[in-house]
């Protein structure tokens, strides 16, 4: 059960390793891109490449024939990673042993809908990847099983994403093979709200940390953005450089732009409707001359 891209490592590996996969359950398929074509999500195109049973309900919640058709399956176990649809109970307590969340992080920090993005907002040194047994709870079911990885100044969003989804992937099968007892999660949870893309704005008042971070952990989606002239500027990738000055100005001729404590050199950047490039490409088209307000 599952939908978009960090899912597919795992019904990769079911696959291979010979588990009778009785169904690949996913969203519906959805508008997606410049044209909006309806597209199946990530999970469902490989579930068909795979040519496993496909369901894509559209709602769980209520419909005493899709929990009746996912009792019908006789599961051992239910394979759940980023599946976007909230289990009900009658669906939960189906399969003989439960249902196993892969979920990114390690419970009980970052339980909900963004964990990658909030372990490097908040400077994580770690995160990880930890098998849950699903209960009605938001991300609280008891630990099976759960791996590390280090989080470094340079770890972007989308690196961490591709990490833990094949490590999830491992995981879920070192689950099922050892079965190994559930262990309640400790206290101290935080949490991880999903993300928008007002999210991705630049606050220039920040200190060049945390606006270092944001850009990483943003990347690729929201995005993190400011205004430069009447346009919008995306920030791609950007490292803090020395440097003071009024938040959001430009400090010299290598683009350097001051926060509110020291400053961020921009790497790599993208005008709205513009290809992306580096900065060095960028300045040699655009004029941006120390004193410039980016906003």
């Not at 189906?94 to 909030?118: E, K, T, V, Y």
């Amino acid at each position: 059960m599952g939908s978009p891209d960090f899912a597919v490592p795992a019904l990769r590996a079911l696959h291979e390793a010979g588990h009778e996969i009785r169904a690949v359950y996913s969203q519906p398929p959805r508008p997606a891109g410049r044209g909006q074509a309806v597209r199946p999500s990530p999970v469902q195109a490989e579930a068909m490449r795979l040519r496993l049973p496909l369901r894509t309900p559209a709602r769980l919640r209520n419909d005493a024939r899709v929990h009746a058709d996912f009792a019908a399956l006789d599961l051992d176990a239910a394979v759940v990673a980023a599946y976007g649809l909230i289990l009900p109970p009658a669906m939960l307590g189906a399969p003989r042993r439960g249902c196993l969340n892969i979920h990114a992080s390690l419970l009980p920090r970052w339980r909900g809908a963004a964990p990658i993005a909030a372990a490097i907002l908040a400077g994580d040194a770690e995160t990880g990847v930890t098998i849950m047994r699903m209960d009605e709870g938001l991300d609280t079911g008891p630990i099976l099983l759960r791996a590390a990885v280090p989080i470094t100044p340079a770890t972007t969003a989308s690196e961490l994403h591709d990490r833990l989804a094949a490590l999830g992937a491992g995981l879920i099968l070192r689950a099922l093979a050892e079965n190994p007892p559930a262990v309640p999660q400790p206290v101290g949870a935080t949490f991880a709200p999903k993300l928008g893309r007002e999210d991705g704005r630049i606050d220039w008042s920040r200190d060049a940390d945390a606006i270092a971070r944001q850009v990483r952990a943003l990347n690729p989606w929201p995005g993190t953005f400011t205004t430069f002239g009447e346009s919008t500027l995306k920030i791609l990738a950007a490292r803090p450089a020395p440097g003071s000055g009024a938040p959001g100005m430009v400090l010299d001729e290598d683009f350097t732009v001051a926060c509110g404590q020291g400053a961020l050199r921009p790497l790599r950047v993208q005008l709205a409707g513009r290809p992306a490039m580096d900065a060095d490409a960028f300045l040699r088209g655009h004029r941006v001359p120390p004193g410039t307000r980016l906003g």
